[in-house]
């Protein structure tokens, strides 16, 4: 993979973890990936392995292959992958924003009770 392409797959990934509120040590924890592997990732530095690639989607909720069709320009859409699959649900708009809410409120406790 050339330059151009690890620098979008790495900023692919690098908003796939912003839009999850995930940052790159939660990615080296989730994956088992070390702080090298990931940073090298992230700036474009090398192209990973495959069953990397793989590693970060599976962690992201991402679509096998998405790193690599974004590398060449092809970028899935990103967002949360509960939020997705409850925007495609056939759940009435008030239920999906009151089960969205109470998805993030988890979330947002989750992280709190990692800090502490």
Known sequence: MDEQGRKLAGAYVKEALDKQRKNRRW???????????????LN??????????????DALGLKRGSIERAANG??????DPVEQAIADSTLSRADKAELVAHYFRL???EEAERRA
């Open 27 to 41: 990615l080296e924890d989730e994956t088992g990936l070390t702080f090298d592997t990931v940073s090298d990732m």
């Open 44 to 57: 474009g530095v090398r192209w990973p392995r495959v069953d990397t690639r793989n590693s970060v989607e």
């Open 107 to 109: 979330v947002d406790a």
């Open 74 to 79: 092809v970028v899935d859409p990103l967002g």
